[in-house]
Antibody, heavy 114, light 110 residues
Framework: EVQLVESGGGLVQPGGSLRLSCAAS????????MSWVRQAPGKGLEWVSV???????YHADSVKGRFTISRDNSKNTVYLQMNSLRAEDTAVYYC????????WGQGTLVTVSS | QAVVTQEPSLTVSPGGTVTLTCGSS?????????PYWFQQKPGQAPRTLIY???SKHSWTPARFSGSLLGGKAALTLSGAQPEDEAEYYC??????????FGGGTKLTVL
């Protein structure tokens, strides 16, 4: 059974860092495209980052230079390293097997506040 | 960055048909934008209904279909059910640029 479980969210001060994890089971993350999507409270969805099976990575302009997506094949886990966090980064962060979007995690809440 | 537009809200009667659309500020939406449609209910993660314009996942109810219509991506719901009340988001991909979500359509079944 395929599962994606996010962790690592929490409260962090502006300018701080956080690393989100997405532990996968039932498939190998290195063989799929994996994305992070976020949703600010009461707002719509925003695409954040993707890592392709070949290892290429892409990030939204809003997080470029601050966020980094990566994976650890030995742990079958995808990460989102978030640095220089801002209040506007406050959101639920979802990990998804996207494309094609067939599996999503339940999300982890990141709150950036002093 | 492109702006992707959706109707903010729509209402459909139970058993009725409704079409949600997804437009792009860059011009006509084509299959090269690989349109996606997601359904999200309050407190839940999104669920992908349609990918690559019209492809369905195994869990996508048959009453949902995706297409291109008048230069936009479209999601048609035929025979609406109360459980279809939700927020619907589209996602468009752009060559050489990052994918962009639409602002979402709140669908009410009433």
């Amino acid at each position: 059974e395929v599962q994606l479980v996010e962790s690592g969210g929490g409260l962090v001060q502006p300018g701080g860092s956080l690393r989100l994890s997405c532990a996968a089971s039932g498939f190998t993350v290195s063989s799929k495209y994996m994305s992070w999507v976020r949703q600010a409270p009461g707002k719509g969805l925003e695409w954040v980052s993707v890592i392709y099976s070949g290892g290429s990575t892409y990030h939204a302009d809003s997080v470029k230079g601050r966020f980094t997506i990566s994976r650890d094949n030995s742990k079958n886990t995808v990460y989102l390293q978030m640095n220089s966090l801002r209040a506007e980064d406050t959101a639920v962060y979802y990990c998804a097997r996207l494309p094609p979007g067939d599996y999503w995690g339940q999300g982890t809440l990141v709150t950036v506040s002093s | 960055q492109a702006v992707v537009t959706q109707e903010p809200s729509l209402t459909v009667s139970p058993g009725g048909t409704v079409t949600l659309t997804c437009g792009s500020s860059t011009g006509a939406v084509t299959s090269d934008n690989y349109p996606y449609w997601f359904q999200q209910k309050p407190g839940q993660a999104p669920r992908t209904l349609i990918y690559d314009t019209s492809s369905k996942h195994s869990w996508t109810p048959a009453r949902f279909s995706g297409s291109l219509l008048g230069g936009k991506a479209a999601l048609t719901l035929s025979g609406a059910q109360p459980e279809d009340e939700a927020e619907y988001y589209c996602l468009l991909s752009y060559s050489g640029a990052r994918p962009v979500f639409g602002g979402g359509t709140k669908l009410t079944v009433l």
